[in-house]
């Protein structure tokens, strides 16, 4: 099997191991960067669950959720033997401490069999209602004692609101120095997010522009054509704002309003990204209706299939007030960004699936143009797409061939898969590949998932008492509730992602 002799010994213990994440996501990524010689040479997997289950057993299901979605195609038999002999299975209860003796025997003996100490890596794939026991089993255990060896990783939610998010940091910090403790992102992972950082900072075409004397405004999108699929249970106490703007829409707001790093740095960059939150305006109580627009899907037609509303999912109360879209206009009171508004928007159901930013810039100071030459005139625009398609388009204006004067919007795209020959990783891929490295700089520090809660606890306030009156309020396959659009100034808009704008250009010179 490849390997890089480079990392020093690991083990990974997954609690939660037989559970979905580890088969979709976790044991899928150690493959692929196994193949990629990106795994230590000495390295073992321990999955910890409650059921009864063999290593065998495990290690056939693990291999069904590799050649489902390890982004190596097609899994060669040896491969996936190499592979499949790191992986143990270790069946414990997450609430008694002998499930943790146990496992510190097992690590003992692998390091005794490697003939040297080993990093020692916890990721907590569990149900959230566990994050707060198993790092207390884990100092109990004295597991979580070595500061340069230990590490645990945190799957959101972290917290439910503000006072819970405390109650788990303050768990994580009786047990593990904040050095050690990795609170994971997906969305930080990508390819196109990372690039955000390299993008600007990088390049000086792009830095002088980025800020209020030439932007007008920013529009941050991330929105499904799903539903909620097998997560009613989770999604309905949970909720878009907590599921997708406390953390990723706010993730991708701070990476594109953050001001230079001195270096590339864990805490420097982590310090750039909490001063960001620390600049957004608060959202008074009585203005959260001003600032904030929430929404539910109803039944409706998405991708020519008929679809039912959110409220006959599985795991979903029929009477429901939990929201499934939510947009937003935030500001930030600094220098660079005073007075430039930012519009997020999240949902289910919509019309396609598009994460994407837009950097929409001012229109010039002077039309000098003649009036009939402008007639699809509009700004230019710089977006940086996330999802489905990774890349970067810059929309701005040229001239169209003939003796006239007219000027149309044109494109000029990047495309990740396009330009470059090595495809890129799964999110969780990087992630892993950080935590084994002992790299922060793509994960949450305690202050900032803090600092996200507070800026919106006024509005979780006011919807706790005040349900919505008319939900469902938008029907699946559209753009989300017409209510959206009153966030948005005069001459705003929420663009079209980027794909569908192209489609829709096609549909009208024919």
């Known amino acids: 099997m490849k390997t890089n002799d480079k990392l020093e010994p690991t083990v990974f213990v997954i609690f939660g191991g037989a559970g979905d994440l580890t088969w979709r996501k976790l044991v899928p990524a150690l493959f692929d960067l196994s193949q990629d010689r990106s795994m230590p040479a000495d390295f ?3 999955t910890v669950d409650r059921i009864d289950l063999s290593d065998e ?3 056939r299901r693990l291999h069904d959720g590799v050649k489902k979605f390890s982004r190596q195609g097609k899994v060669k038999a ?6 499949a002999r790191h992986i143990h299975y270790q069946q414990g209860d997450f609430k008694k401490l002998q499930t943790y003796s146990a496992l510190g025997e097992q690590c003992a003996k692998l390091e005794k069999e490697w003939g040297t100490k080993a990093h020692r890596i916890f990721y907590m794939a569990t149900p959230p209602s566990m994050f707060g026991e198993i790092p207390k089993y884990l100092g109990k255990a004295g597991l979580a004692s070595d500061r340069k060896w230990a590490r645990i ?3 959101k939610p972290i917290g439910y609101d503000l006072e819970s998010a405390r109650a788990l ?6 047990n593990f120095e904040e050095c050690q403790i990795f609170r994971i992102d997906h969305y930080l992972g990508k390819e196109t ?3 955000i950082l390299a993008f600007r900072f ?3 075409l792009f830095e002088p522009l980025w800020n209020r004397r030439y932007v007008d405004y920013v529009t941050i999108t991330a929105v499904e054509a799903v539903g909620v699929e097998h997560r009613g249970g ?4 949970a909720g878009a704002l907590r599921d997708m703007v406390q953390n990723h829409l706010m993730q991708l707001l701070c990476l594109v309003a953050m001001e230079p790093m001195v270096s590339f740095n864990a805490d420097e960059i982590r310090n750039k990204k909490v001063d960001v939150l620390h600049a957004v305006r608060p959202i008074p109580r009585d203005a959260v209706h001003q600032c904030v627009v929430r929404g539910q899907y109803g039944p409706g037609w998405v991708e020519g299939k008929k679809v039912s509303s959110y409220r006959e999912e599985d795991g979903v109360s029929r009477d429901s007030q939990t929201e499934t879209f939510v947009a937003l206009k935030l500001f930030l009171d600094n220098w660079r960004w005073q007075d430039v508004p930012f519009y997020l928007r999240t949902g289910k159901r919509l019309t396609r699936q598009a994460s994407e930013i837009a950097i929409q810039f001012r229109g010039v100071p002077h039309q000098s143009f003649p009036p009939e030459s402008g007639r699809d005139w509009h700004p230019s625009r710089l977006v940086l797409s996330i999802q489905p398609e990774e890349g970067i388009i810059s929309s701005f204006q040229a001239k169209y061939p003939g003796p006239k004067m007219l000027l149309r919007p044109v494109d000029m795209r990047f495309n990740y898969r396009e330009s470059f020959a090595a495809p890129s990783p799964d999110a969780y891929e990087t992630l892993l590949w950080d935590v084994m490295k002992n790299d922060a700089t793509l994960f949450m520090r305690v202050d900032q998932v803090e600092a996200a809660w507070r800026l919106f606890m006024p509005v979780l306030e006011v919807w706790a008492v005040a349900p919505p009156s008319d939900f469902p309020n938008y029907a699946a396959g559209t753009w989300g509730p017409e209510d959206a659009l009153g966030l948005l100034a005069q001459g705003h808009s929420w663009p079209l992602p980027t794909e569908l704008a192209g489609k829709c250009k096609k549909k009208e010179k024919n």
């Open 78 to 83: 040896a491969e996936w033997s190499e592979f």
């Open 202 to 204: 990088a390049n000086p």
């Open 169 to 174: 940091n303050a768990i994580l910090a009786a």
């Open 193 to 195: 997010v990372q690039n």
């Open 57 to 59: 057993k495990l290690r």
């Open 234 to 237: 989770y999604y309905d106490h």
């Open 153 to 155: 990783v945190v799957e």
């Open 44 to 46: 073992s997997v321990i």
